[in-house]
């Protein structure tokens, strides 16, 4: 069995080390001309599943590696109002000791670096289309290449050319919402003025319109930042600066908040399209796995975990003995599953995030309000 894998984003590289270590051969075709090609921006904040995915792909010395270079997640999310008032404090990853169980910050730089350790990865390979040729696959590059092999792993993300041609059917559907992100470097100077549970943890800022998430990312060697994401309906932007823009919604938030907006770079608009649910289709020797299947709304830090897990399944179902048009057929019955339950997880806390009735909004801050008060009732809904 030879596979090809296209896309040498998170799924595609840990699918790649999975099935190395399995001892499969596999190649990686990405369009980027070189690892360093785009900036690979935010921390990724790694969560149980995506940790036992990787530790299952991942040689020993690499998994080693990742932990040594991830930063502290935090002990779990916090949830305030826009004056920076505590609704509740969720702890799940706090007391949790084993590494494969525990959530991680990493940055994507050195998780990618990782990643491509030792893996056959083909740079400046743009995928177009693919042929299937009696049991055989080829795939068609922009450069007039092709390669063949035994399966097609479309990793291509959100905007997936494989899935173009799988699934010419499948669409996206459009949640409403608009989203800026920021970041601001963790300087001794910063350190100074922000509030410690912004510089020591996830949080979500539920105001009474709009929504905000920060996380701080802490490396253990270097300089660390604080990262957030605005969120608003879309209804309430007509396409001013996006920097401007946030700063004249948080008008009335704390003033530690509306510094970290100010004196934040690297302002950048996200991409809010979720895929829409697909119906099951005939399995062939061409399958999808991450975002190239089930882009979501990066809100909650799902997309990349739910690509980890995609890898380590398919890798399980690929070397699990079953004849490959079966274990292939497995997987995605597994993963479609899963992976639209969690676009569907998604979609909520983004309607949670832009939801415009004052009513819901106070019901939304009076529930965590109350998981505060029940530590049971918040360990029965959070944990896990
Ligand atoms: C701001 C932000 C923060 C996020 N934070 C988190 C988080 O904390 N935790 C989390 O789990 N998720 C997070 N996500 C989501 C996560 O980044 C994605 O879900 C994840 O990257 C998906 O991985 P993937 O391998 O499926 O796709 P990608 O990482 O998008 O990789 C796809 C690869 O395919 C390549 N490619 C595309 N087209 C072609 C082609 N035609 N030919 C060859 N190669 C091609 C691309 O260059 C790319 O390298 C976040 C997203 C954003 C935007």
Known sequence: MHVLIIGGGIGGLCLAQGLKRAGVSATVYERDAAPDARLQGYRLNIEPVGSRSLHSCLPPELWDRLIA??????????????????LMQERSNAGRTSPVESAHAVSRVALREILLDGVDVRFGKEFVRYEQLRGEVVAHFADGSTASGTLL??????????????????????????????????TPEADTWLPEVLTTNKNMILP?????????FRPRVGEGYLMWAFVAHSATYAGQEPHGFVLERSRQWHPDLRRLIA????VELFDFRAAAKVKPWVTTNVTLLGDAIHNMPPVGGLGGNTALRDASTLRDALTSGTPLIEAVRGYEAEMISYGFATVGEALMYLRLATVRSRLVRGAARGFFRLCSAMPPLRRAIFDG
């Open 69 to 86: 270079a991830s930063g502290d997640p935090g002990p779990g999310m916090g949830v305030f109002d826009e004056r920076l008032r505590e």
């Open 153 to 186: 792993v479309g990793a291509d993300g959100s905007r997936s050319r494989v899935k173009r041609q799988l699934l010419p059917g499948a669409g996206q559907r459009d949640p409403a919402a608009f989203g800026v992100g920021g970041k601001l470097p963790l």
């Open 208 to 216: 009474r319109r709009d929504f905000l998430f920060t996380a701080a």
């Open 263 to 266: 004196e934040s770079g690297s």
